[in-house]
Structure formats: C-alpha cells, structure tokens
Nanobody, 117 residues
Framework: QVQLVESGGGLVQPGGSLRLSCSAS????????MGWYRQAPGKQRELVAV???????NYVDSVKGRFTISRDNAKNTLYLQMNSLKPEDTAVYYC???????????WGQGTQVTVSS
C-alpha cells in the first residue's frame, strides 16, 4: 500500500518560514520524481517545485529564491523549505510521486499552510 504523508503545515506570519515534509512508503522512492503542488481556495492545483530522480530541481517562478525542495532517498522523505512566506502562498500543499514509465502517480492527503498576520 502506497502512502505519502505530509506534515509541517500551519499558520505563520508574513515573512516567516515553514518546512514541509513528505514521508513515503510502499514505493521505491529513488525511482520517483517527487513534487510539491498547492491548491488555494477557488484555484486550480499548481506545481510548486519538483525534484527529479537525477537530483535536479525546478520551481514555479513565484517561489524561486524563497522555497527549496530537497529529497533524502535514504529516508524516503521529501522536503520543502519555505522562507519569506507571503499571504498568496496560503494553500493546501500536496506531495506527489510520479513514475511515468510505470504509469504510477500518487498523492498525499495535503497539509494546510496559512500565511496571515
């Protein structure tokens, strides 16, 4: 059974920081491209950051320079360090594991991030 469990969300003031974690089980973690997505109320889910199998990373323009995605293959865990948070970062953040060659795509349940004073 595949499980992706996010943690680390919460309420933070503008300019603050949070670190999200996604613990994966039931998959061979190192064979998956891992990503963080977010969905704000009334908006479509969007890709925030991705960490490929080879270790490269990509970010949506709105978070470049503020967010850092990383993965620990030994711990089967994905991270998202979020600094200089803004109210527009408020959303439910989801972890995704993708292996297109095997047709595998998995999602976590999401964790709420609220940036407000």
């Amino acid at each position: 059974q595949v499980q992706l469990v996010e943690s680390g969300g919460g309420l933070v003031q503008p300019g603050g920081s949070l670190r999200l974690s996604c613990s994966a089980s039931g998959i061979i973690f190192r064979f998956y491209t891992m990503g963080w997505y977010r969905q704000a109320p009334g908006k479509q889910r969007e890709l925030v950051a991705v960490a490929t199998i080879g270790g490269s990373t990509n970010y949506v323009d709105s978070v470049k320079g503020r967010f850092t995605i990383s993965r620990d293959n030994a711990k089967n865990t994905l991270y998202l360090q979020m600094n200089s948070l803004k109210p527009e970062d408020t959303a439910v953040y989801y972890c995704n594991a993708n292996n297109p060659s095997r047709g595998r795509d998995y999602w976590g349940q999401g964790t709420q991030v609220t940036v407000s004073s």
